[in-house]
């Protein structure tokens, strides 16, 4: 009897065993991954913030000694409260960090939170009011035409319609120069840049020279970019339409050195000119010739070649053309 009965109960015993195992163990699931799965970018890291100051010399720009730190102007001009258009004079000492307490938030990461906001719901636009609209008797309107003419309140919303349309605010041409008297500017040539482009970070991208690379980009660099090869003499072309907002041999390694801003966010740089053909605050176009290839600051001649995002060293290759 008592063997019958544990016959009988041995497989409920084992299945009330598989239920417990079951309920103690942990099944972990991976998330899916593809193009309907949400994908967070890595911010890059920017180059460290000197700290200490700096004394401004004659001939300086406020985007020279940004562009000597590793910084970006725009943090350079808040630390100091210096305003567009960024003038200083030569004895001025700048902070190169934020006061104590102040938080060094990048343009960058900034720009990317602002874009992370959710864009607000425009309120619906009000209809319009035409007010004194001449009646076809009174004003017939022109032949083959059948739309009325608006004036008054409809006629002074027009200018806001244009004014939204409108292309945004050139770059600013003031570059103030510390100890030198501001001077006219010649307008920019008009160049059209030969060969491929390349649009990138809101910019069209074109060579600044004909040569063969003999340096690729390496981060960490005491002067990082490309090298381009040359000749003596060799025109160094604008890579983009910008503003030319230093020229001049004050910066160590770089000989004769042009920097051009294309955006708030976009600088490039040519260096170890023999020549340099354009002044600050000249406005260039791309194609432009605004150097002559040459080897000061360099055992060799060659072109110097830097592009900065946010006063960060980028490798050019990513936004000039395929050659």
């Given at each position: 009897m008592l063997a019958r009965m544990n016959r009988l109960l041995a497989p409920l015993l084992l299945v009330a065993a598989l239920l417990?195992?079951?309920?103690?163990?942990?099944?972990?699931?991976?998330?899916?991954?593809g193009q309907g799965g949400s994908h967070i970018q890595p911010v890059a890291a920017r180059t460290p913030i000197p700290g200490g100051s700096y004394e401004v010399a004659k001939g300086d720009t406020l985007y020279s000694i940004a562009f000597r730190k590793g910084v970006d102007f725009r943090d350079l001009a808040k630390w100091n409260g210096v305003a567009a258009p960024y003038t200083i004079w030569p004895g001025q000492r700048l902070r190169l960090s934020p006061a104590a307490g102040g938080a060094p938030v990048s343009h960058a990461v900034a720009a990317t939170a602002e874009r992370a906001k959710p864009a607000p719901v425009p309120a619906a636009p009000a209809a319009p009011v035409f007010e004194n609209v001449p009646t076809p008797a009174s004003t017939p309107p022109p032949s083959g035409s059948h739309v009325p003419v608006a004036t008054g309140s409809a006629a002074a919303a027009a200018p806001a319609s244009v004014a939204a349309s409108a292309p945004a605010t050139p770059l600013?041409?003031?570059?103030?120069?510390a100890g030198e008297p501001r001077m006219a500017v010649p307008p920019p040539a008009p160049v059209v840049a030969g060969g491929s482009s390349r649009a990138s970070g809101g910019v069209t991208w074109h060579w600044p020279?004909?040569?063969?690379?003999?340096?690729?980009?390496?981060p960490g660099d005491a002067v990082p970019g490309i090298e381009i090869a040359?000749?003596?003499?060799?025109?160094v072309r604008a890579a983009a339409d910008g503003v030319v907002v230093y020229s001049g041999n004050g910066l160590v390694g770089y000989g004769e050195l042009v920097i051009i801003k294309h955006s708030d966010s976009l600088l490039s740089a040519y260096g170890h000119n023999s020549k340099r053909l354009v002044k600050e605050g000249q406005r260039v176009s791309a194609g432009q010739e605004i150097a002559e290839m040459g080897s000061s600051g360099s055992s060799r001649v060659e072109l110097g070649f830097q592009i900065r995002k946010d006063g960060n060293p980028v490798d050019p290759m990513n936004y000039l053309p395929a050659k």
């Open positions: 417990v195992l079951s309920a103690c163990s942990t099944v972990v699931v991976e998330p899916a991954t600013s041409t003031e570059v103030p120069v020279a004909d040569g063969q690379i003999i340096k690729r980009f390496t040359g000749k003596a003499g060799d025109p």
